[in-house]
């Protein structure tokens, strides 16, 4: 018997190992050239977002890869009609087997299509509010503020109410502000324009708007709407109030709490309460006099 090392040489010099490796050689220039490819392609659309470019490079790389990888085996003398024979009753298996991916990749596809968002916006999908990750077939790759990883399914995405929060290249800030009864309305719209016009954040078009919401139970309510750049909506959204408080306490305007007051049937004359400190005790005795003047 042929000891190993014998073996081992006479097959790596037969013709049929050279041609195991010519295969191998074929496949990893199939796959160098598919990324070089797929590189140059996203380079050159440098204007598309990145799940598009994304997609330019994976589509590259199966698509050169399989080619050369398909040669190999015909090299190596695989027929390659019974290959795709096997892989259509494959994926028809699969097909029926897994209906929840394939309805996903569908809906995956729709999102690819109809791009109601792209990777780097915030969007809001069924309470879940964060960065989009990845497009996939399959699902929706996102990362909340919090850090978190979350996944969602492409059917879910498209049976859901679906929200983008970075499509537009502004936004507006809306805030309740309530302000007492006594207070002049028309001071207190030229302060919160005042206020609008000193914050460098807020855009000039489309201009403020102040709206009437109503005579509340303590306070007059009104909507105070301010546009910022979609960039800048948080810090805007959280230093505006701060100015709008300084500015009211500067003009004495006052931001009323919950209060009641009772009447005694007047309209002007309140009904006078008054709070002393002492606590529970012993019913006081009547003075003297009130004793003798019930006797008489």
């Known amino acids: ?103 996903n990749v569908i809906s995956g596809l729709f999102l690819l299509g109809e791009r109601p968002f792209a990777v780097g916006d915030i969007i809001r999908v069924s309470g879940t509010t964060g960065e989009v990750l990845s497009i996939d077939l399959l699902s929706v790759k996102l990362r909340t503020f919090d850090n978190l990883f979350v996944r969602i399914p492409n059917e879910t995405m498209i049976k859901s109410e679906v929200t983008n929060l970075r499509r537009f290249p502004i936004r507006r800030v809306d805030l309740q502000v309530g302000v007492a009864y006594k207070e002049d309305l028309r001071q207190v719209r030229e302060v919160l324009l005042e206020v609008a016009d000193r914050n460098p954040l807020c855009l000039e078009e489309p201009p403020p708007l102040i709206l009437f919401q109503g005579y509340g139970d303590s306070a007059i309510n009104h909507q105070f709407s301010v546009w910022a750049k979609t960039e800048n909506f948080l810090d805007l959204r959280n230093s505006i109030p701060v100015e709008i408080k300084e500015a009211f306490d500067e003009h004495g305007i006052e931001i009323p709490f919950p209060h009641r007051t009772l009447y005694t049937g007047s309209e002007t004359a309140p009904f006078p309460v008054q709070s002393t400190s002492q606590g529970p005790g012993p019913t006081p005795e009547p003075p003297d006099d009130a004793g003798e003047a019930r006797q008489d």
Do not use: H
């Open 1 to 103: 018997m042929e000891p190993w090392w014998t073996l081992f040489v006479d097959y790596i010099t037969s013709p049929r190992a050279l041609d195991v490796l010519q295969a191998a050689i074929k496949i990893g220039i199939g796959v160098v050239l598919g990324r070089l490819a797929g590189n140059g392609l996203a380079r050159l659309f440098a204007d598309a977002d990145a799940q598009r470019a994304m997609i330019i490079r994976r589509a590259s790389l199966y698509g050169i890869a399989g080619l050369f990888t398909a040669s190999a085996l015909m090299e190596l003398g695989f027929d390659l009609g019974v290959l795709l024979g096997a892989a259509g009753i494959l994926t028809v298996a699969i097909g029926f087997a897994s209906q929840t991916s394939a309805s």
